[in-house]
Nanobody, 123 residues
Framework: QMQLVQSGGGLVQAGESLRLSCAAS????????MAWFRQPPGKEREFVAA????????SYADSVSGRFTISRDNAKNMGYLQMNDLKPEDTAVYYC????????????????WGQGTQVTVSS
């Protein structure tokens, strides 16, 4: 059973950058599509970005397009979310997830999840 362990996150000021990492173990990470979701305080979890297993196709939420970049290194069993020009509205718990349905934004299609990491952006 594959597991995902997240790292990165923390407290930053608006306009700064952060990189989240997602380390996979116990499974064939390169076979899975990967996504990042986030859950802002008091709100539902929402899609942020996704990348297919081979890394050639990506999808982004409109709210992060042009500021966030999703990537992966299958040789290292790692996934990443580079977040630039962060805004207070990006404050949320961020989750990485793995699945086999392309770059779907439907969280029910992802069956393996990381533990979540807090990102807080101050104004």
């Amino acid at each position: 059973q594959m597991q995902l362990v997240q790292s990165g996150g923390g407290l930053v000021q608006a306009g700064e950058s952060l990189r989240l990492s997602c380390a996979a173990s116990g499974g064939l990470f390169y076979r899975y599509d990967m996504a990042w979701f986030r859950q802002p305080p008091g709100k539902e979890r929402e899609f942020v970005a996704a990348i297919i297993w081979m890394g050639g196709s990506t999808s982004y939420a409109d709210s992060v397009s042009g500021r966030f970049t999703i990537s992966r290194d299958n040789a290292k069993n790692m996934g990443y979310l580079q977040m630039n020009d962060l805004k207070p509205e990006d404050t949320a718990v961020y989750y990485c997830a793995a699945g086999s349905s392309g770059t779907t934004r439907d969280e029910s299609m992802y069956d393996t999840w990381g533990q979540g990491t807090q990102v807080t952006v101050s104004s």
